[in-house]
Nanobody, 127 residues
Framework: QVQLVESGGGLVQAGGSLRLSCAAS????????MAWFRQAPGEERVIVAA????????YYADSVKGRYAISRDNAKNTVHLQMNSLKPEDTADYYC????????????????????WGQGTQVTVSS
């Protein structure tokens, strides 16, 4: 079966960095757009960043633009999220998601289109 397993979360001080990873198995990874979503306590899950099947197109939420970078390695079935200049408001559970979308080179920004989800990894940024 399909599995998405996130890692790399933790506690970091404001201004610090973390690198999240998501290892995918049970799917043809290069057929899938990949994205990172986050959900803070009491809030809805929102997209943070997304990347196309080839990695040639990326999307970032305004709140993380210039601080986060999404990348993927199709040979290793992994997607990463490099998070720099972290702020307390970045505190959330971060989820990796996969969308099988062969008809476009632009990844979706809405979670409803994503077929598979990981269990999440917690990121806490202290002030």
């Amino acid at each position: 079966q399909v599995q998405l397993v996130e890692s790399g979360g933790g506690l970091v001080q404001a201004g610090g960095s973390l690198r999240l990873s998501c290892a995918a198995s049970g799917l043809t990874f290069s057929d899938y757009m990949m994205a990172w979503f986050r959900q803070a306590p009491g809030e809805e899950r929102v997209i943070v960043a997304a990347i196309s099947r080839s990695g040639g197109n990326t999307y970032y939420a305004d709140s993380v633009k210039g601080r986060y970078a999404i990348s993927r390695d199709n040979a290793k079935n992994t997607v990463h999220l490099q998070m720099n200049s972290l702020k307390p408001e970045d505190t959330a559970d971060y989820y990796c998601a996969a969308e099988r979308r062969l008809s476009s080179v632009i990844p979706s920004r809405e979670g409803k289109w994503y077929n598979y989800w990981g269990q999440g990894t917690q990121v806490t940024v202290s002030s």
